[in-house]
């Protein structure tokens, strides 16, 4: 998220802090999607899997997956640029490649790939949103799923293409599909930033009804305690 966003999103929560009882987050109600037809059995790949996704803002995208069963870690970075652009004030110039992502990390014998997706697609971002996010715009903020193997690929394909037959949007998915690299970890402020700063006027409007919704969308899935990063200052 650039510092211009930040303020401008910041200075416009603000002014609505007295409707924040109402869903604020604009028509971001959970959307109820069907899940994956192609998926891999729970327990199937063992007792640890990763997921990376990117989809706007890493500060949400992390706070929604620290609240789902099964998830063991959540870690905010950037993949889909060089080792030696990773750095926020660079990514967020728009020009590296990179994109904000999360790199999710779960045991597969309490949740599958195909729920993450369904998560990622239901609340966690809109994926009918071309290089942008909410009050975020730039290729840095795109909606993109990174395969980590080649089944993988094949569920978050497949489940574009379910989901575009349902018509469970009113817009096109141009969420894209992309090979794993490489994931290189945030800056450290950046870890957990919800947890840390949920008065953020940021935080307020576009993230924490992401989290409700999911409360909403899959009762079951939610965890009320989130997992955090545990990452060394």
């Known amino acids: 998220m650039s510092f211009s966003s930040f303020l401008k999103s ?3 929560a603000a002014l609505m802090l007295g409707a924040l009882a109402l869903p604020v987050f604009a028509d971001e109600s959970p959307k109820e999607i069907p899940a994956a037809q192609l998926d891999t059995p729970k327990g199937a790949q063992g007792t640890t899997e ?8 890493f500060w949400g995208m992390q706070g929604v997956f620290e609240h789902v069963k099964g998830v063991t870690q959540v870690v905010s970075g950037y993949s889909g640029g060089a080792a030696m652009t990773a750095h926020y004030e660079v990514v967020s110039t ?14 597969p014998r309490q949740v599958s790939y195909g729920q993450i997706l ?6 966690a971002h809109d994926p009918t949103e071309l290089n ?17 193997s080649d ?3 094949r569920i978050a394909d497949a489940y ?5 037959a349902a018509h469970v949007f009113s817009a096109p998915i141009v969420t894209r599909v992309d090979g794993f690299k490489a994931f290189y970890p945030a800056e450290g402020y950046h870890q957990d930033y919800l947890i840390h700063n949920p008065d953020s006027g940021y935080i307020v409007y576009n993230d924490l009804p992401k989290i409700e919704n999911l409360k909403r969308f899959d009762a079951a899935l939610y965890r009320e305690q989130p997992v955090t990063v545990h990452m060394p200052s």
């Open 132 to 148: 942008r996010q909410g009050p975020d715009d730039g290729t840095q903020y795109r909606s993109d799923i990174w395969a980590t």
């Open 94 to 107: 728009g020009t590296t490649g990179h994109a904000e992502t999360v790199r999710i990390t779960f045991d």
């Open 50 to 57: 990763t997921a990376v996704l990117s989809g706007g803002c």
């Open 151 to 153: 089944m993988q690929k």
């Open 160 to 164: 574009i293409k379910q989901l575009g």
């Open 10 to 12: 910041g200075a416009a």
């Open 118 to 123: 369904r998560v990622y697609f239901s609340v």
